[in-house]
């Protein structure tokens, strides 16, 4: 099972909106909505932020959103805000039983 | 409050083996199943194994196959994963998660850090 396809990196200043592709195949993210997305700061654990493409947690902010179409998802943080900068992975259960991550991307708030 | 604790980790050599626990607390560890996830020093997230509530069904990613076994004792609020031939390519921190309805961590701990090498 080869990792998702992420962007290495993404950049935006203050206030703006970007967005995080991950792609996949239809044997993952293709095949169920089952697409989360996890943030991790330098030195600490992940957190999960969205989960079942869309969903998110108790606690997450309302400025992230998932989507997804076909074999690739989205994760959206609209009103970029400095402690937004980490690290963003995307995940999705698999035809296997198993699940899959993507490589990841770094957050860069300008 | 959820809180994982993992335990165990330190340096092997290669062809070594180890065992990692998670102490799980705040919850009821019978009803989800749990999972391992590793980071490389400085690389992504993988994913590794999992167990289903009751012990009955067990997943793991191909590398890992045939040289890992993930286990649980809900009596002891326990997860563990037996690492058997370690090779320097399982050098990482691995993370006890608590999975969620097709999730594969919801709640995280801190991990453990593995190194292999001579």
């Known amino acids: 099972q080869s990792a998702l396809t992420q962007p290495a990196s993404v950049s935006g200043s203050p206030g703006q909106s970007i967005t995080i592709s991950c792609t996949g195949t239809?044997?993952?993210?293709?095949?169920?909505?089952?697409v989360s997305w996890y943030q991790q700061h330098p030195g600490k654990a992940p957190k999960l932020m969205i989960f079942?493409?869309?969903a998110r947690p108790s606690g997450v902010s309302n400025r992230f959103s998932g989507s997804k179409s076909g074999i690739t998802a989205s994760l959206t943080i609209s009103g970029l805000q400095a402690e937004d900068e980490a690290d963003y992975y995307c995940?999705?259960?698999?035809?296997?039983?198993?699940?899959?991550f993507g490589i990841g991307t770094k957050v860069t708030v300008l | 409050e959820v809180q994982l604790v993992e335990s165990g980790g330190g340096l092997v050599q290669p062809g070594g083996s180890l065992r990692l626990s998670c102490a799980a607390s705040?919850?009821?560890?019978?009803?989800?199943?749990m999972t391992w996830v590793r980071q490389a020093p400085g690389k992504g997230l993988e994913w590794v194994a999992n167990?289903?509530?009751?012990?009955?069904?067990?997943y793991y990613v191909g590398s890992v196959k045939g040289r890992f076994t993930i286990s649980r004792d809900n009596a002891k609020n326990s997860l563990y994963l037996q690492m058997n031939s370690l090779r320097a390519e399982d050098t990482a921190l691995y993370y006890c998660?608590?999975?969620?309805?097709?999730?594969?961590?919801?709640?995280w701990g801190q991990g453990a850090l593995v190194s292999v090498s001579s």
């Open positions: 239809s044997s993952d993210i293709g095949g169920y909505n089952y």
């Open positions: 998660t608590r999975a969620s309805a097709a999730v594969a961590g919801d709640y």
């Open positions: 995940c999705s259960y698999t035809t296997s039983d198993t699940y899959v």
């Open positions: 167990i289903k509530q009751d012990g009955s069904e067990k």
């Open positions: 079942d493409v869309s």
């Open positions: 705040g919850f009821t560890l019978s009803t989800y199943w």
